[in-house]
């Protein structure tokens, strides 16, 4: 393992953005994709780690810098996985993705889903490493909480009562898909 002290982040997603630099720590100076162009990375690939993938080996290419990408999904039981790997597109703002969830689920009592992260490392042309985490839970019946992002008003982790976003940051970051994800990738790292 190559030594790593800078990464860039390959992603605009300023709340993502925060979210791994809560989680991984002061240890890494931190790089955005927006920091070397204004292109977003389409997301053409049938899987969490095609998607993550594509993500990071642009990053890297353009930066010449390890690069982290990750695309994350809800996957949600009685929806026979749905969102999933189109969580970001299933609608064109976090409240139309939540009302759409919502309404296909309706009238419907089977609420269990998971969230899923795919981390790619990319360190160099052909070398990189991934990492998974999931996080399951279910689907509220209406968004509740103002903190975090995406699904976090109407997802419940297992275990608890509230929200993702009722719960905040201090828990969410010890808890979700991308904090298990990412405490593999600080193992990873020795940091």
Same mark, same amino acid.
Request: hydrophobic share 40%; charged share 25%; glycine share 8%.
């Given at each position: 393992?190559?030594?790593?002290?800078?990464?860039?982040?390959?992603?605009?997603?300023?709340?993502?953005?925060?979210?791994?630099?809560?989680?991984?720590?002061?240890?890494?100076?931190?790089?955005?994709?927006?920091?070397?162009?204004?292109?977003?990375?389409?997301?053409?690939?049938?899987?969490?780690? %095609?998607?993550? +993938?594509?993500?990071?080996?642009?990053?890297?290419? #353009?930066?010449?810098? &390890?690069?982290?990408?990750?695309?994350? $999904?809800?996957?949600?039981?009685?929806?026979?996985?749905?969102?999933?790997?189109?969580?970001?597109?299933?609608?064109?703002?976090?409240?139309?993705?939540?009302?759409?969830?919502?309404?296909?689920?309706?009238?419907?009592?089977?609420?269990?889903?998971?969230?899923?992260?795919?981390?790619?490392?990319?360190?160099?042309?052909? %070398?990189?490493? +991934?990492?998974?985490?999931?996080?399951?839970?279910? #689907?509220?019946?209406? &968004?509740?909480?103002?903190?975090?992002? $995406?699904?976090?008003?109407?997802?419940?982790?297992?275990?608890?009562?509230?929200?993702?976003?009722?719960?905040?940051?201090?828990?969410?970051?010890?808890?979700?898909?991308?904090?298990?994800?990412?405490?593999?990738?600080?193992?990873?790292?020795?940091?």
């Amino acid at each position: 393992m190559k030594h790593v002290d800078t990464l860039i982040l390959a992603t605009r997603n300023q709340h993502k953005i925060h979210e791994i630099e809560q989680i991984l720590g002061p240890a890494l100076i931190y790089r955005s994709l927006s920091d070397y162009v204004a292109v977003q990375i389409p997301e053409t690939g049938q899987t969490l780690f %095609e998607n993550s +993938m594509a993500k990071a080996r642009f990053a890297h290419k #353009i930066s010449t810098l &390890p690069a982290l990408a990750d695309d994350s $999904g809800l996957f949600i039981n009685a929806l026979d996985g749905e969102p999933g790997i189109y969580s970001a597109r299933f609608g064109s703002n976090d409240e139309q993705r939540i009302a759409r969830v919502l309404d296909k689920l309706q009238n419907e009592e089977e609420r269990r889903a998971h969230f899923e992260a795919v981390f790619v490392l990319m360190i160099g042309a052909d %070398e990189y490493q +991934m990492f998974e985490g999931i996080c399951s839970g279910t #689907i509220a019946n209406e &968004p509740r909480g103002t903190h975090g992002f $995406g699904y976090d008003p109407i997802f419940i982790p297992h275990g608890y009562t509230r929200t993702f976003a009722e719960l905040g940051a201090e828990v969410k970051n010890k808890i979700s898909h991308r904090a298990l994800a990412l405490k593999q990738l600080k193992e990873y790292l020795g940091i």
